[in-house]
């Protein structure tokens, strides 16, 4: 179960969902998101670190689990050696969504 809760969420359109992508999963806190909130009509922005898996079948999790929201595909993900010095890259990757 979460400890806080997201107040006014029916407020935003779009969710950035961060985690870590542990053994080719999620960690059990965003399963727990993702099944306590309603996120129909919104846009999702997945972003992740791991070892080297990539977003493994995250993508598709999230999409199954709210196949009412729009997930984007090609969300970033940054080699856990790499986040250190990502900013770069994250700067980049947040101005090519253009919002």
């Known amino acids: 179960a979460l400890v806080e809760n997201v107040e006014n969420l029916e407020n935003y359109d779009t969710v950035f969902l961060g985690y870590p992508n542990w053994w080719y999963d999620m960690p059990m806190a965003i399963y727990s998101f993702l099944e306590e ?7 999702i922005i997945p972003f992740a670190a791991s070892a080297g898996s990539g977003f493994s079948g995250t993508i598709s999790t999230i999409q199954e689990m709210q196949p009412n929201a729009t997930v984007v595909e090609d969300g970033l993900h940054i080699p856990m050696g790499d986040v250190a010095g990502g900013r770069g890259q994250i700067e980049e990757w947040i101005s090519s969504l253009r919002i």
């Open 37 to 43: 909130y309603d996120l129909s009509g919104k846009t």
